[in-house]
Nanobody, 124 residues
Framework: QVQLVESGGGLVQAGDSLRLSCAAS????????MGWFRQAPGKERESVAA????????YYADSVKGRFTISRDNAKNTVYLQMNSLKSEDTAVYYC?????????????????WGQGTQVTVSS
């Protein structure tokens, strides 16, 4: 089992930045592919970014490319999502997810473990 705890969400204005953190426990962190997803009200949960076990490979959704950066610190068992130039359409609950099998998973089905989510609200 893997436990994931997100933090760092909040209410910001358009153009601001936020950094989300996700602390993992219960399994060797460096053996897990990690991802961030988000779900806005009335919408499906969508992939935002993913990072491989060693951090050398990343994936970004087109909607966040150039604005968001995913990173990980295997010594701290933590994955981050730096979000810059936030837009109102980035408003959602953001979820951290862990994939024991896939190194840079893109789809929800690639992930076996999920955090409880953290709310990000961007006001315009």
């Amino acid at each position: 089992q893997v436990q994931l705890v997100e933090s760092g969400g909040g209410l910001v204005q358009a153009g601001d930045s936020l950094r989300l953190s996700c602390a993992a426990s219960g399994r060797s962190f460096s053996s897990l592919g990690m991802g961030w997803f988000r779900q806005a009200p009335g919408k499906e949960r969508e992939s935002v970014a993913a990072i491989s076990r060693g951090g050398g490979s990343t994936y970004y959704a087109d909607s966040v490319k150039g604005r968001f950066t995913i990173s990980r610190d295997n010594a701290k068992n933590t994955v981050y999502l730096q979000m810059n130039s936030l837009k109102s359409e980035d408003t959602a609950v953001y979820y951290c997810a862990a994939a024991p099998t896939y190194s840079t998973g893109v789809y929800r089905g690639h992930y076996d473990f999920w955090g409880q989510g953290t709310q990000v609200t961007v006001s315009s």
